[in-house]
């Protein structure tokens, strides 16, 4: 079976037949009078009390993603496997019933989508969402309380399956992001009961399903100290060191030749002690039998007890999977392990579950009271409507846009993604209570619409079976053509090979666009395509990008569409054209452009992109002006000696405060407003530009003027050197507002550099070793060869 059809098996195995949760029994059971028990002691000694009840066969079969528990103590087993990306989803460990409650929980858009809102207290109001859905999935034993999410991997590669999980490319971007997220899920930074554990994953350097010859499992990432403190490990670190996260997962990939669950420099040095993530009430699990890849196929560890012990002592606490549970026996036995490090990864487990009320009585703990009449509530289904129309953003528009529709306007609703339903959630998803498509958003209207879905799937032959869909489009007088891509091209294990729409799409759109009637094209789907034949079709009258929108998709876009709401979202990624694909390779891992590498993201692609990062129209325009801040030099020394911080980059610098005005006449809109930093400062090569800051200002009506304010840190200001050292730089900055730049602000750094965070070197690179013997897993302990073609 391959990792995915397992996938499947497993959800489905998790759909009819419930995990068995409880919860311990602290009143009457065996565990009543065990510290555990005791409310008002420290977590650590709670769970440390636990353990010490553990014999070492007990100890060693709580290791892996369903733990039996200890039956005789009373303590019911566990699942860790729960998924929630954009709304509680099928996974292990959820389990949805088949009719009534508890048979749906509210889907949001994709984080795609949810990133392009540029929203952070959005993203928090979903994670709160999500996370008291949740808790009320726990409360009737539908679930655990710890979740594997976010992913939060920059989305770096435009062909990347599983960018579509990611707010996108931009580091900044989605550590504010993040921030916001975990702080919603888990109920603030340091709550005395969690909401749920959330889950920063896939730490560090994963983001290629299946390239050339290269899978997740295997891969090998080489990557250099300052793009991986530059670009791939901030979101990383804001969840360790700045959200206090709960859980992390490490990857499936090695990272200069060692696998990252076995990895002590990125799961002890970096994320432990760098980042100060040491209050052990918080763990580490692997990715889904990426312990068994350290033995096959990384061929890291040269026997599989070696594997599981180099990922135990690396600090991997949790085995998703069974291997730990078959193979951590024989690794005690052999001494590669002992049972101070067994211990501390159970204490991690189990203090993490204390702190979220485990073993507390229902009267103390909160969030026990939550039940199914707190999931998809209106307010829910409000905000899931609400972030798909933050999001979607609008790319061309000729004025066509808002459409003027009476009721004697036909439309006609073309494509593949007119109708769309599942699709639209995109991947790890779960049970939607509706999912209203485009189509059906357009049969709300007072209009006539006529219906053709078209042969335009992604990946078809161009066959021009569309008889029917010119029968559509001749009785319509506006016509509406929804495609793009779906998870049968971007998905897990699946890359994309072209970033193009096939030519079967673009026929179609052609042909269509021929007719000369109003046409509005509708790019679905998560990683963008090279929309540029569309742009550039003066016959085609609008563009835009709807990601994957979640229960309430199709509204928000026809809503959007017939001007009910001011489209506002920015692309949170780079569109690049088509031929990117040919330039670099998946597995040129280098930000900046080189040898086979045109350059990665906004910040250093050479070349010219369709639609640049942050790229997003409006029904209206707008101005702005950055009032000018009290000097315009400012010496290091004097900025560095103000800082009191631990760590030196979260200190202040200034804020800029940025006034934006609707200049327009008759919508009122959204704006968001987006800080880049450019200029001469640090090493060289420059980047184009940085985003540093954000704020969307909401309804600004025609004539009126709102408020962002761009809190600026040292942090925003410096630059990564080749050891990875963040410092402050003199030279000359600029401050720009938006993509094309409504107001600048100019201002200069002067004095000695000045070191804001010294980071730990990494060891020697280890030559890989593997030879290509491609051994996956399922979770049964069982290793298949696995061909992959
Ligand atoms: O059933 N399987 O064999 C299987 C294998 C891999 C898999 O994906 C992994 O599981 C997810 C756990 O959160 C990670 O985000 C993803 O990388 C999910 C399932």
């Not at 528009?397 to 439309?411: K, V, W």
């Not at 800082?643 to 704006?671: A, H, I, Q, W």
Request: include cysteine; proline fraction near 8%.
């Amino acid at each position: 079976m391959t990792p995915i059809l397992a996938f499947a098996a497993l959800v489905l195995a998790s759909a009819t037949s419930a995990f068995p949760f409880g919860f311990p029994d602290c009143v009457n059971g065996p565990l009543s009078n065990n510290t555990v028990c005791d409310t008002t002691a420290d977590p650590l000694d709670r769970a440390t009390a636990l353990i010490s009840l553990f014999t070492t066969e007990e100890k060693l079969n709580n290791t892996g993603s369903v733990s039996p528990g200890v039956p005789r103590l009373g303590l019911p087993p566990y699942q860790w496997w729960q998924e929630a990306l954009h709304g509680v989803a099928l996974s292990p460990g959820v389990n949805f019933s088949t009719s009534g409650n508890y048979s749906y929980a509210t889907s949001f858009p994709q984080p795609i989508l949810l990133g392009a809102a540029f929203d952070d207290a959005l993203v928090n109001s979903v994670a709160t969402i999500i996370s008291i859905e949740a808790r009320a999935f726990n409360n009737d034993g539908r679930a655990g309380l710890d979740f594997w999410t976010p992913n939060i991997n920059p989305f770096k590669d435009p062909r990347w399956g599983r960018g579509q999980e990611t707010p996108g490319e931009d580091p900044f971007h989605l550590s504010s992001y993040v921030r916001a997220l975990i702080d919603g899920l888990q109920g603030g930074y340091a709550p005395k009961y969690k909401r749920i554990v959330a889950t920063c994953k896939h730490w560090a350097g994963y983001d290629m399903e299946t390239w050339n010859g290269n899978f997740r499992y295997q891969w090998d990432a080489p990557i250099s100290t300052q793009d991986l403190v530059e670009y791939y490990a901030p979101p990383f670190q804001t969840c360790a060191r700045d959200s206090n996260v709960g859980a992390f997962m490490c990857s499936y990939n090695a990272v200069n030749g060692r696998p990252t669950c076995a990895d002590p420099y990125l799961l002890q040095t970096i994320l432990r002690e760098h980042w100060g993530w040491t209050n052990e009430q918080q763990w580490v699990t692997s990715d889904c039998d990426s312990i068994q890849n350290i033995y096959l196929p990384h061929e890291y560890a040269a026997t599989r007890p070696q594997a599981v012990a180099d990922a135990l002592n690396a600090g991997t606490d949790v085995n998703c999977g069974t291997y730990y549970q078959t193979h951590l026996p024989a690794a005690l036995e052999q001494g590669l392990i002992n049972i101070t490090t067994l211990d501390r990864a159970l204490i991690r487990q189990y203090s993490s579950l204390i702190r979220l009320g485990y073993f507390d009585p229902p009267d103390v703990q909160p969030y026990r009271a939550l039940n199914f009449g707190d999931v998809n509530t209106p307010q829910a289904q409000q905000l899931a409507y609400q972030a798909a129309v933050e999001g979607i953003t609008l790319l061309k528009n000729d004025g066509t846009l808002p459409l003027s529709i009476t009721p004697e306007t036909s439309i006609a609703m073309i494509g593949d993604w007119a109708n769309a339903t599942t699709q639209m959630q995109g991947n790890y998803h779960g049970i939607a209570p509706y999912l209203r498509s485009p189509l059906w958003a357009a049969q709300q209207l007072n209009v006539t619409v006529n219906y053709a879905a078209g042969d335009s799937s992604p990946g078809n032959p161009t066959t021009n079976n569309n008889l029917h869909v010119f029968a559509a489009v001749n009785k319509s007088d506006i016509i509406i053509f929804a495609s793009g891509i779906d998870n049968s091209v971007e998905a897990e294990d699946r890359d994309r090979h072209s970033i193009a729409w096939t030519g079967n799409q673009l026929d179609l759109i052609g042909e269509l666009a021929a007719y000369g009637k109003p046409m509005i094209v509708l790019q679905m789907g998560g990683g963008q395509l090279d929309s540029s034949p569309i742009a550039n079709n003066p016959n085609v009258s609008a563009l835009l990008w709807g990601g994957y929108p979640g229960q309430d998709g199709g509204l928000a876009i026809m809503d959007i569409l017939t001007g009910k709401k001011a489209p506002a979202g920015r692309l949170p990624q780079t569109q690049y054209p088509a031929d990117y694909n040919a330039q670099v390779p998946m597995t040129n891992m280098s930000l900046r452009p080189g040898l086979n590498n045109p350059g990665r993201t906004y910040k250093w692609y050479t070349g010219k992109p369709i639609f640049d990062f942050g790229y997003g129209l409006h029904y209206t325009n707008f101005s702005a002006s950055i009032n000018p801040l009290e000097a315009t030099t400012f010496n290091i020394s004097s900025l560095v000696a103000g800082c009191k911080e631990r760590y030196m980059d979260r200190c202040p610098f200034r804020s800029l405060s940025v006034n934006v005005t609707n200049t327009g006449e008759t919508t009122t809109s959204d704006y968001s407003a987006l800080g880049f930093l450019t200029g001469s400062f640090g090493p060289r090569p420059y980047p184009k530009k940085s985003l540093v800051a954000y704020q969307r200002l909401f309804d600004i009506s025609p004539g009126a003027t709102a408020t962002a304010m761009l809190n600026l840190t040292l942090g925003s200001l410096s630059r990564v050197d080749e050891m990875g050292n963040r410092i402050l730089y003199p030279g000359d900055y600029a401050m720009m507002i938006d993509t094309q730049p409504l107001a600048m602000l100019n201002f200069t750094l002067v004095g000695e550099p000045a070191m804001l965070d010294k980071w730990p070197q990494p060891p020697p690179r280890v030559p890989q070793n593997n030879t290509g013997n491609y051994f996956v897993g399922g979770f049964d302990g069982t290793e298949q060869s696995v061909v992959y073609s």
